[in-house]
């Protein structure tokens, strides 16, 4: 699949939207909770056990949008978020607001986090119902799970919550937050992500969103995933797993030969001091000594490139139902859980929040989550309509699509006009097709920067009471 460049002009130019295009293009795939669990301030008495709801200016329902418009603005900041308010009350009630944002940010502060995970959970209920089975694969969900970091700004509560990496020294690193993320295979919405320090392990949060597993899913992981408990607790719960096999773990105790790349292997608990921290001595005690487990050795042989060898652990015993090349292709795809996080992380800019306390971080990351399904779930609905791959659409021109069609779509009124012009919107986000690459084809594209930055700012290698400025700082790249 084509790499997806620098997204960073599109994405600025999709900032510029005014929040009623929002309202239109979005306002029928997100549909809030008819009882918001929102705090709100009474007015006047009580009437038969109900109060009379003073109306806010920014009510819950525009202080959603105005944090869903500041994702996707430019800055990411308030103050635009607000500037954007003061347009938008001006043209649907012909109110003029103050430019101060401390009536924004203090309705930002009231909006419940339950509330934002409701609206995510509709909007991935939404788009996983449509999942017709033919776009599943062997009749299976497939459920890819990957780790990542994000960072914030350095305030006391937010590290005190994320502290900074141990290796950076105190007073010149920010806080970083672990977060581990489930994704749908099919459609790349993410499912659920659970966020930590960097001292709590990703299986450790992964744990957390195994209630999002049901019957006959199939977990697709690294190998840091890869565990005898995991494996066994998650084939009791009739969820089947397709990893790398551990470094850690030996191929010993063969049990079967289908062939010399395809064998059934016993796999054995280990002694107690194996117990992940995660269990109690109980429930380690409660599992079985051994389990059947099936390897799958795999030749990665890219033109150009070393060749590769690969051995998959899978809970799926069966050779015919679920052939080695399947298998080999299905961990191949573990590749796009990547893909995902660089959308949301690197293109829509989530990889440093703003907020400056940990409540409002947890909010700011929903709401990212929920701007990325929303981008998502137009490209995969453009390739459910025309029957194609939604692999083949470009990510970026899916914005490019957007980016154009949605000034147009919030100056029309009817109905049924609105309608048509979504349904253009799909066929041409449909019709931006990925070009298919030639496998004999030999791509070396390094990681490296050839623009040279123009500022030459000193690096903070000390707490900023102990730095010293050097003089002339153009001619110095650190602190010496």
């Given at each position: 699949?084509?790499?997806?460049?620098?997204?960073?002009?599109?994405?600025?130019?999709?900032?510029?939207?005014?929040?009623?295009?929002?309202?239109?293009?979005?306002?029928?795939?997100?549909?809030?909770?008819?009882?918001?669990?929102?705090?709100?301030?009474?007015?006047?008495?009580?009437?038969?056990?109900?109060?009379?709801?003073?109306?806010?200016?920014?009510?819950?329902?525009?202080?959603?949008?105005?944090?869903?418009?500041?994702?996707?603005?430019?800055?990411?900041?308030?103050?635009?978020?607000?500037?954007?308010?003061?347009?938008?009350?001006?043209?649907?009630?012909?109110?003029?607001?103050?430019?101060?944002?401390?009536?924004?940010?203090?309705?930002?502060?009231?909006?419940?986090?339950?509330?934002?995970?409701?609206?995510?959970?509709?909007?991935?209920?939404?788009?996983?119902?449509?999942?017709?089975?033919?776009?599943?694969?062997?009749?299976?969900?497939?459920?890819?799970?990957d780790g990542s970091s994000v960072s914030m700004?350095?305030?006391?509560?937010?590290?005190?919550?994320?502290?900074?990496?141990?290796?950076?020294?105190?007073?010149?690193?920010?806080?970083?937050?672990?977060?581990?993320?489930?994704?749908?295979?099919?459609?790349?919405?993410?499912?659920?992500?659970?966020?930590?320090?960097?001292?709590?392990?990703?299986?450790?949060?992964?744990?957390q969103m195994w209630d999002c597993y049901q019957?006959?899913?199939?977990?697709?992981?690294?190998?840091?995933?890869?565990?005898?408990?995991?494996?066994?607790?998650?084939?009791?719960?009739?969820?089947?797993?397709?990893?790398?096999?551990?470094?850690?773990?030996?191929?010993?105790?063969?049990?079967?030969?289908?062939?010399?790349?395809?064998?059934?292997?016993?796999?054995?608990?280990?002694?107690?001091?194996?117990?992940?921290?995660?269990?109690?001595?109980?429930?380690?005690?409660?599992?079985?000594?051994?389990?059947?487990?099936?390897?799958?050795?795999?030749?990665?042989?890219?033109?150009?490139?070393?060749?590769?060898?690969?051995?998959?652990?899978?809970?799926?015993?069966?050779?015919?139902?679920?052939?080695?090349?399947?298998?080999?292709?299905?961990?191949?795809?573990?590749?796009?859980?990547?893909?995902?996080?660089?959308?949301?992380?690197?293109?829509?800019?989530?990889?440093?929040?703003?907020?400056?306390?940990?409540?409002?971080?947890?909010?700011?990351?929903?709401?990212?989550?929920?701007?990325?399904?929303?981008?998502?779930?137009?490209?995969?609905?453009?390739?459910?309509?025309?029957?194609?791959?939604?692999?083949?659409?470009?990510?970026?021109?899916?914005?490019?699509?957007?980016?154009?069609?949605?000034?147009?779509?919030?100056?029309?009124?009817?109905?049924?006009?609105?309608?048509?012009?979504?349904?253009?919107?799909?066929?041409?986000?449909?019709?931006?097709?990925?070009?298919?690459?030639?496998?004999?084809?030999?791509?070396?594209?390094?990681?490296?920067?050839?623009?040279?930055p123009n500022a030459s700012f000193q690096l903070?290698?000390?707490?900023?009471?102990?730095?010293?400025?050097?003089?002339?700082?153009?001619?110095?790249?650190?602190?010496?």
């Amino acid at each position: 699949m084509k790499m997806i460049g620098n997204l960073s002009s599109f994405w600025n130019r999709f900032a510029g939207s005014a929040l009623s295009e929002l309202v239109e293009l979005f306002g029928n795939k997100i549909h809030l909770p008819e009882v918001p669990p929102l705090r709100q301030v009474p007015k006047g008495k009580k009437v038969r056990d109900k109060y009379e709801w003073r109306d806010r200016i920014f009510n819950q329902w525009r202080t959603f949008w105005l944090s869903l418009a500041q994702v996707f603005s430019l800055g990411q900041t308030c103050n635009e978020a607000l500037k954007k308010a003061q347009v938008w009350l001006w043209c649907e009630a012909k109110k003029i607001i103050s430019s101060n944002t401390s009536a924004y940010c203090q309705s930002r502060n009231r909006l419940n986090p339950v509330y934002l995970d409701e609206i995510h959970q509709r909007l991935v209920e939404q788009t996983e119902r449509r999942i017709p089975s033919k776009s599943l694969w062997y009749g299976r969900h497939v459920k890819v799970v990957d780790g990542s970091s994000v960072s914030m700004p350095d305030t006391e509560e937010n590290q005190k919550l994320y502290p900074q990496p141990s290796s950076q020294k105190k007073g010149c690193g920010f806080p970083v937050m672990r977060i581990v993320a489930m994704f749908s295979l099919v459609t790349g919405i993410m499912l659920a992500c659970r966020k930590g320090s960097l001292h709590i392990h990703e299986r450790t949060l992964w744990h957390q969103m195994w209630d999002c597993y049901q019957k006959d899913d199939v977990v697709l992981a690294d190998c840091g995933f890869c565990s005898f408990a995991d494996y066994y607790l998650l084939k009791e719960k009739e969820v089947d797993c397709v990893m790398r096999l551990h470094q850690r773990r030996k191929e010993k105790n063969i049990v079967k030969k289908f062939n010399s790349n395809d064998y059934l292997v016993r796999w054995e608990k280990g002694t107690r001091s194996q117990k992940p921290n995660w269990m109690s001595e109980e429930q380690w005690e409660q599992l079985p000594k051994t389990m059947i487990v099936r390897h799958v050795k795999v030749v990665v042989d890219i033109p150009g490139f070393r060749t590769k060898k690969l051995t998959l652990a899978t809970t799926l015993l069966d050779p015919k139902a679920y052939p080695p090349h399947a298998l080999a292709d299905l961990y191949r795809r573990r590749w796009m859980a990547e893909l995902f996080l660089r959308d949301i992380k690197t293109t829509m800019r989530m990889k440093v929040l703003r907020s400056k306390t940990p409540e409002m971080i947890q909010k700011e990351l929903t709401t990212f989550i929920i701007a990325y399904n929303l981008i998502r779930s137009f490209i995969w609905e453009s390739a459910l309509n025309k029957g194609i791959d939604p692999y083949r659409i470009s990510f970026k021109g899916a914005i490019a699509s957007i980016i154009q069609w949605t000034s147009l779509l919030a100056n029309i009124t009817d109905i049924n006009e609105k309608r048509q012009c979504i349904d253009a919107l799909m066929q041409v986000i449909a019709a931006d097709l990925l070009p298919i690459r030639k496998k004999t084809r030999i791509r070396i594209e390094p990681r490296a920067i050839k623009r040279r930055p123009n500022a030459s700012f000193q690096l903070l290698t000390k707490p900023r009471h102990e730095f010293t400025e050097i003089p002339h700082r153009h001619k110095y790249k650190k602190n010496a």
